[in-house]
């Protein structure tokens, strides 16, 4: 292992946003764990372009590792073989998510489609920031004292403040991220850890494909400002900004990759 060489933990990697994330760091020469649930073929896929993008010069490495963020045994398990392949983190990307598997009205919306999306969406990123935190505060003052401090980035979503009546269950576990961005900010500044939100607008993903028609004209007629598709790389390049420490003396702030949607028009 190249202990000069900066890693990063990606959750939900294989493919969408996180692959755009993973494949940005490793254009910035970072290791990368390619995080995945299901789809080892698109987790290969993905640490396939992270090696064609890396500088030579990096000698950096790209580890698939297959757990479920939701799971407790899956978590411990993920950061266990992090530890054994690398030793150390330097940066917890809090990706992974999914949206419900059907677009119910939020007054026929199931119990299962919620327990389901709470458990990905926000139990997983909550408890794993959780693990990784108390990992680092053990070792931080042993660490080497050519290493940063960690850092941690939660993607949330525009649906943290975008009432969508037939996704409710999303858009409560993305608001919630907005708080749990804030709590890990505070808990963790004494020890130099700092805590960013990035939030996605309208993202060309695998997720966003059924719904492209509708928004291909919603972006045409003006929905947001800047009149294009988001790209997985949009998001990706604002995680390499915290990566690289461009923000030091900011923590617990939510970062907008929407194209200007946020913003308030009359």
């Given at each position: 292992m ?72 899956d ?21 992974a ?9 939020l ?28 990992w ?13 401090r ?5 993607v ?11 996704r ?23 020890y ?24 291909d ?7 947001t ?8 790389a949009?998001?990706?390049q ?19 990759v ?9």
């Amino acid at each position: 292992m190249n202990t000069k060489v900066r890693v990063a933990v990606v959750t939900g990697s294989s493919r969408g946003i996180g692959r755009g994330i993973a494949i940005e760091l490793a254009r910035a020469g970072w290791s990368v764990v390619i995080n995945y649930v299901s789809d080892e073929g698109a987790a290969a896929e993905c640490r396939n372009l992270c090696r064609q993008c890396s500088p030579p010069s990096a000698d950096a490495t790209f580890e698939i590792i297959q757990a479920d963020v939701s799971r407790s045994e899956d978590r411990n398990r993920l950061l266990a073989c992090v530890e054994e392949k690398f030793g150390w983190v330097d940066l917890l990307v809090n990706n992974a998510g999914v949206a419900p598997k059907l677009r119910a009205d939020l007054l026929e919306a199931s119990e299962e489609s919620f327990d389901r999306l709470v458990g990905i969406n926000l139990k997983g990123p909550f408890f794993l920031s959780q693990l990784f935190s108390n990992w680092w505060i053990k070792r931080i003052d042993t660490s080497g004292a050519d290493r940063e401090r960690p850092r941690i980035v939660i993607v949330s979503s525009m649906s943290a403040y975008t009432a969508s009546t037939n996704r409710g269950d999303y858009c409560l576990t993305k608001a919630a991220l907005g708080m749990l961005t804030k709590l890990f900010a505070v808990r963790l500044a004494d020890y130099g850890i700092n805590v960013y939100e990035i939030r996605p607008g309208i993202i060309a993903t695998d997720m966003t494909g059924p719904v492209k028609q509708k928004y291909d004209k919603l972006i045409a007629d003006g929905l947001t400002p800047i009149r294009r598709w988001g790209e997985p790389a949009d998001v990706g390049q604002a995680v390499r900004a915290v990566a690289e420490d461009r923000f030091p003396f900011s923590t617990g702030e939510v970062f907008n990759v929407d194209g200007g949607f946020h913003l308030q028009r009359l």
